[in-house]
């Protein structure tokens, strides 16, 4: 057989694209098993440990059996829990029967856009986004398209820009507050100002992605769905992974249109079924908590955010704005492109990310895989004492462009 087998596979797997945040995270861990000090920035994981009483629940599931097959779109009384804290948090009324739980916030968006596209259907991305919205779309058949942003205007899309966008095949919008790669965080009347565009067009759905909810130094998280003129167009996907660290127990939840959320539930019927059992027991404990829990790990990353930043702002060329949320920082290094060093020229964000991770050992994202080819995507759930370590490797190698 011939070496390279690809041809073989089908064109949906061969048009994807690695996540380039896996990919950089097994550089990472390739040089690091090579005994090179690497300091990983790459991945979106929160580096502390689980709430114990959150580990006390699942213990307690565990003892009490629950190991049988569980319902597809989540056990009753986790969706009940999950209504609960929607209207709690967000102002937002639904059923449970509006509810579907799934192996994280991941497959939540693949199972709408699955449910919502066919081939040729537009889907309107603001850049920079998620590295996966693009992927989930062309395996839909979609085609993406991008709003670009910048940071002079903390990388939001307006109203205006929405409109210019929406063409007839417009079906779909995907979008995250806090946002991920850049920390930007959207204001009740910015979305207020969004819903009026997206109320035009009856046929146009959005998926409000707002798993770093929690994480947000901007006051009170606003939501989408809560304008009533767009509640039946706003799918809200939330989950657990990055507020309470639960990133490897995969759970994640939409709240949706019933019509949409039945989809969803037949699309993973057939692809999953229900999530992990142990992980819809825990999730119960954490929703049903106050959400001040979690603010020792909030405040950690606020200090950390400003720490970094700080830092940064040092270094000549890189140019900041101050996210107001997650725990990114998601600075234009643009300055550096055409630089170089022993014949070495730095063309882009990739060439630069792929410098800093071979000179100083330091492991970040090229913003060309957040659609932004003029930025990098630094993560700062890590130590303060990490921190400045890869903060002084940056500058010092970042100094040796000429």
Known sequence: MAANLDHYLSDRINSLEESATIAMSQKSREMKAKGIDVISLSLGEPDFNIPEFIKESAKKAIDDN????????GYQDLREAIVKKLKRDNGLDYTPSQIVVSTG??????????????????????????????EIVKMAGGVPVVIKTDINNDFKITADQLKDAITPKSKLMIYSTPCNPSGSFYSKEELESLSKVIAEKEDFF?????????????????????????????ITVNGVSKAFAMTGWRLG???????????CSKMQGQFTSGTCAISQRATITALEADPSVIDEMKQAYLSRRDLVLGKLNEIEGIKTNVPE????????????????????????????????????????????AFGDENCVRISYAASEEQLIEACARIKEALSKLK
């Open 253 to 263: 939840y939409m709240a949706a249109p019933q019509f949409i959320a039945s989809a």
């Open 206 to 234: 959005v998926i409000s992605d707002e798993i770093y909810e929690l994480i947000n130094f901007a006051g009170k998280h606003e939501s989408l769905a809560q304008f009533e003129n767009v509640k039946e167009q706003v």
């Open 66 to 73: 629950y190991s049988k097959y569980m319902p597809v779109p």
């Open 325 to 368: 949320g997650a725990f990114y920082i998601f600075p234009d290094v643009s300055a550096f492109f055409g630089k170089s060093v022993d014949g070495k020229v730095i063309q882009n964000a990739s060439d630069l990310s792929m410098y800093l991770l071979e000179d100083a050992h330091v492991a970040l994202v090229t913003g060309e």
């Open 105 to 134: 916030a991941k497959q939540c968006i693949a199972n709408i856009v699955l449910s919502l596209i066919n081939p040729g259907d537009e889907v309107i991305i603001p850049a920079p986004f998620w590295v996966t919205y693009i």
